[in-house]
């Protein structure tokens, strides 16, 4: 099965309210990932994996860092005609400037960009999540069914359910019932399933009785734009699905592998230390589907006397004597002075290694952590400047918010934001 005849499209998302302060001066899919990765590299790696090379990632929030990135990280052969081009939300004279209303909006204000006739079919995808997938079985899945769309959907728990949209198959596998985000016992009880089904089609339920929609579609493309052009709904899981399969013949691709919606700062932060572990759910090293990045051509990192148990640590970093990091992801050229310990933290580095501490501005302390200070169950994300001494714990356990305190704490959690300051002597 090939993808010649395919164009993904990602969306990027709206403000990403959910991961404030990590989307404060960026959009949602260029967060860091990994230590070296941003969000949007893990469903562009996916479509380059399944040989599918055109790709439009839809944006409109604080794009400027994302589009440096797609430009700088992903180039194809001249003779391949293969691209991965940003779509920024844009005034038009149809549209105003209203920005995207939802993620069918998101695609419906997008219909120009497909309007070549070679496209037969369209991938959606989202900005924010960590999965591998072959895209190619997906579309074996479409063709083999004869489907107008194919939703690619996976069991959960009903505790899970609430948060996603839960689908009700028949025993073909055609999408029959669709409820987005259901919140009380009659509305799910209309697309529960029978965990006997999942069990026979190869995947062991463990219970799971709910069939979550994850946010990746293919369709036809004549359907897709027939149903953008004649109905208004914005969003494709309140709106577009529900209506949809009373019409058309929209399919499940059932698939059990690691999937999580990084959209919020819990998620986001337990990802990042679950992919630390001994053995992770979702392996990077995988060689048959890697992920791809930007390469930076960073020195290895320089370690003093370091223990280190269960942590990532990227390219380019200085670790001092006598450092401590455990169930940690350390970015891109981290500087760390000595008597550090690091905890359940997830450290994103910086955007530059400072050659000449002694041409920064008086007051202004270096990037990185400075010597003697105690971080746990912290993010801290680009460039910070933190001073020795500095204990960032969160041991009152209170969450705090504001828009420009230089740190913050969401699902209990303590955030320091991009380019912030940190004092010597410093506690929270």
């Not at 055109?54 to 992903?74: K, P």
């Not at 494709?236 to 919020?264: C, M, N, R």
Request: charge should be negative.
């Amino acid at each position: 099965m090939n993808l010649n005849k395919t164009i993904a499209l990602i969306l990027g998302g709206g403000r990403g309210t959910r991961l404030f302060p990590l989307t404060k001066i960026r959009a949602k899919p260029a967060v860091p990932l990994a230590a070296k990765y941003r969000l949007i590299d893990i469903p562009i790696s996916n479509c380059i994996n399944s040989n599918l090379n055109r790709v439009y990632v839809l944006t409109q929030f604080l794009s400027e860092s994302l589009h440096r990135h797609l430009r700088q990280t992903y180039h194809f052969d001249h003779f391949s005609g293969g691209f991965v081009e940003l779509l920024a939300a844009q005034q038009t004279v149809e549209e105003g400037t209203d920005w995207y209303q939802g993620t069918a909006d998101a695609v419906r204000k997008n219909l120009v960009h497909l309007e070549e006739d070679w496209i037969e079919h369209v991938l959606i995808l989202s900005g924010d999540q960590l999965y591998r997938m072959d895209f190619r079985e997906m579309m074996q899945t479409h063709i083999d069914s004869g489907a107008d769309a194919t939703i690619a959907g996976i069991p959960v728990s009903r505790k899970d359910a609430s948060a996603l949209g839960i689908m009700q198959v028949d025993n073909e596998g055609q999408v029959r019932g669709f409820v987005e985000k259901p919140q009380t016992d009659e509305e799910l009880a209309t697309v529960r399933m029978d965990p006997a089904w999942i069990d026979a089609h190869g995947i062991p339920s463990h219970g799971r009785d709910c069939l979550a929609s994850m946010g990746l579609y293919i369709f036809n493309k004549d359907v897709m734009v027939d149903l953008l052009k004649n109905t208004e709904h914005e969003d494709y899981g309140k709106g577009i699905f529900p209506e949809a399969i009373k019409s058309h013949k929209v399919q499940l691709h059932l698939f059990d592998g690691y999937w999580e919606d990084i959209g919020t700062i819990r998620a986001f932060y337990e990802a990042n230390l679950g992919l630390a572990g001994k053995n992770p759910p979702f392996d990077l090293r995988n060689k048959d589907a890697p992920i791809y990045s930007r390469p930076r051509y960073l020195p290895p990192t320089l370690m003093g006397k370091t223990t280190i148990h269960n942590s990532l640590i990227a390219d380019g970093c200085k670790i001092g004597d006598n450092v401590t990091i455990e169930n940690s992801v350390i970015g891109l050229r981290t500087v760390i002075g000595d008597n550090v310990t690091i905890k359940d933290s997830v450290v994103m580095g910086a955007d530059e290694i400072e050659k000449d501490l002694s041409l920064l501005p008086p007051g202004m302390l270096p990037t990185g952590i400075g010597s003697n200070s105690y971080i746990s169950g912290a993010i801290l994300d680009k460039n910070c400047r933190i001073g020795e001494n500095v204990r960032i714990t969160n041991e009152a356990d209170q969450d705090h918010q504001g828009e420009d305190t230089p740190l913050q704490i969401r699902d209990g959690i303590s955030i320091v934001i991009k380019n912030a300051q940190i004092e010597n002597g410093f506690k929270a």
